[in-house]
């Protein structure tokens, strides 16, 4: 008879003592300080026409408030920040820049010397953290229009809508299902790109302004109906994000030690001590976005011995970019392309190992089986194939490709319902949340104003 110790899958909490848990998570980029924000800024050749404003999706000004940090104008830059995009401050820490504004930064390419873009990320970030806390919002609210919004989640779609909203002096009600305002943000985000308290002190900032009343553990199509906000309030918006996980459809899925990714990373953003957190010596995380990178370097920043990454096409079509890629790297973990998944398996109960199909690319772009399998021993297994929106019931919205149909201005089927961020097609990113919320803000309040009283 083996040694029964053996046999039993190795998930541990306290792998890493307090300390280098604290140093694992923290503050993943240090920030500038006064000096190298200014040599940073001097960078700059504040282009005309700049792309890295036409590549920023909520078209912030980034020469305009780069000048402004050049010039020792460090406030003005925030407002230049803020004026576009109210939560600049987590853009700058999760954005992904490099595919983004510093991807297209005029410098990357300096008489093909190939020069670093500036670090755009890291001075709207300088920007921001400038501000004083304490100090009075930094807008104020046009005059009381007696219109009234409800705001269903409290993600940053349904935070920049609101404060949109609440600026043109509108009453705004937002509706949050969790007991904690922030989405993912909050819930889902890597904890060392926002460490701390901070999804919590945005909050409380953007809803500063005044005129917005938050109700959380209210959950439409659970709490509250569609119907009645639509009764009750002149205009709806909906920024649901996207709860639900996609189904990986294999044997062995309900063996313990499986995963979701979301639920794990939502678990492990709100722990008050990480040694508590159990992990497994050795990961295998199924997925290829920015999810699966994250689950897997916090893993490995939780003390997992080997994490391994895999994905079933190649490095090129991964969802997560590049710099996430060599960032997971970096962190220790090993990433496997072209391996389908087959089946988990298990011991006792435990999932005890992942079975993988290796596939290549068909002339016509689909997975063909090669011939042969890879089995990875495992004791903790994420899955991590994306997330899916769950509509709140049967509330007469028009879909599309499984997500709230809208038009440009993030208008819904129904004339009075407006919907943005994850819940909505588009880019899956915190800056496209922000940008539906303040697009949508904008239209319904051209609506409210042509709807008179
Ligand atoms: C693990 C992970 C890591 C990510 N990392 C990055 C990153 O590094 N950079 C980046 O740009 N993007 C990242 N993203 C994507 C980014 O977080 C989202 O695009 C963004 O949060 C979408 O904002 P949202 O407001 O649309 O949705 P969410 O942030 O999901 O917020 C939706 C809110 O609505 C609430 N809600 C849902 N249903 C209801 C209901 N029926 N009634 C009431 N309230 C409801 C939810 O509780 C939630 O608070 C990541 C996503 C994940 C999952
Ligand atoms: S592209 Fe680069 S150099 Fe040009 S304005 Fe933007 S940040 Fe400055």
Same mark, same amino acid.
């Given at each position: 008879m083996g040694d029964e110790t053996m046999d039993k899958a190795d998930i541990q909490a306290g792998r890493l003592d307090s300390e280098a848990l604290a140093e694992n998570f923290a503050d993943v980029h240090q920030p500038l300080d006064q000096t190298a924000a200014l040599v940073e800024a001097q960078r700059c050749y504040f282009c005309y026409d700049a792309p890295c404003t036409a590549a920023c999706p909520t078209g912030i000004d980034v020469p305009g408030f780069i000048r402004a940090i050049a010039t020792g104008n460090v406030s003005g830059a925030a407002m230049t920040i803020l004026t576009e995009n109210i939560l600049g401050g987590s853009c700058a820490r999760v954005c992904p820049t490099e595919i983004l504004c510093q991807g297209v930064c005029v410098r990357n390419n300096v008489d093909g010397r190939g020069d670093q873009p500036v670090a755009i990320g890291m001075l709207q970030r300088h920007a921001i953290d400038h501000l004083d806390p304490a100090a009075a919002h930094p807008f104020l609210r046009a005059s009381a229009t007696g219109k009234s919004v409800a705001v269903v989640g409290a993600g940053p779609a349904g935070l920049a809508c609101a404060h949109g909203l609440a600026r043109q002096g509108h009453e705004v009600t937002l509706f949050e299902?969790?007991?904690?305002? !922030?989405g993912l943000n909050e819930f !889902?985000?890597?904890a060392y790109k926002v460490p701390d308290n901070f999804a919590q002190e945005e909050v409380s900032f953007v809803t500063a302004i005044g005129g917005i009343d938050m109700r959380y553990g209210l959950a439409l199509g659970r709490d509250i109906a569609l119907d009645d906000l639509r009764r009750d309030f002149d205009a709806v918006f909906l920024g649901l994000g996207q709860d639900g996980v996609r189904a990986?459809? +294999?044997?062995?899925?309900?063996? %313990?030690?499986?995963?979701n990714a979301v639920d794990y990373i939502a678990a492990l953003r709100q %722990?008050?001590?990480? %040694?508590?957190l159990p992990v497994g010596a050795k990961v295998v995380v199924i997925g290829g976005g920015n999810t699966a990178i994250d689950i897997a370097v916090q893993s490995k920043r939780l003390g997992a011995d080997d994490v391994t990454l895999v994905y079933r096409r190649g490095p090129a079509q991964m969802g997560a970019t590049v710099h996430e890629q060599e960032f997971a790297q970096i962190n220790g973990v090993r990433i496997k392309h072209w391996l389908r998944p087959l089946r988990l398996e298990g011991r006792g109960g435990e999932v005890r190992a992942a079975v993988f199909a290796a596939v290549r690319q068909s002339d016509d772009g689909s997975l063909l089986d090669a011939g042969t399998e890879q089995s990875l021993p495992c004791d903790m297994v994420f899955k991590a194939v994306g997330q899916a929106f769950v509509p709140p019931g049967d509330v007469g919205l028009q879909l599309a490709a499984g997500r709230i149909a809208v038009d440009q201005d993030g208008r819904t089927s129904l004339p009075d319902v407006w919907a943005g961020g994850?819940? +909505? %097609?588009?880019?899956?990113?915190t800056v496209q949340a922000v940008q539906d919320g303040k697009i949508a803000a904008r239209a319904i309040d051209l609506f409210l104003r042509e709807n008179g009283s």
């Open positions: 299902a969790r007991t904690k305002p !922030g !889902g985000i890597a990986l459809e +294999v044997p062995g899925g309900d063996l %313990a030690g499986v995963h %722990a008050d001590n990480l %040694a508590a994850d819940c +909505v %097609a588009g880019e899956d990113l």
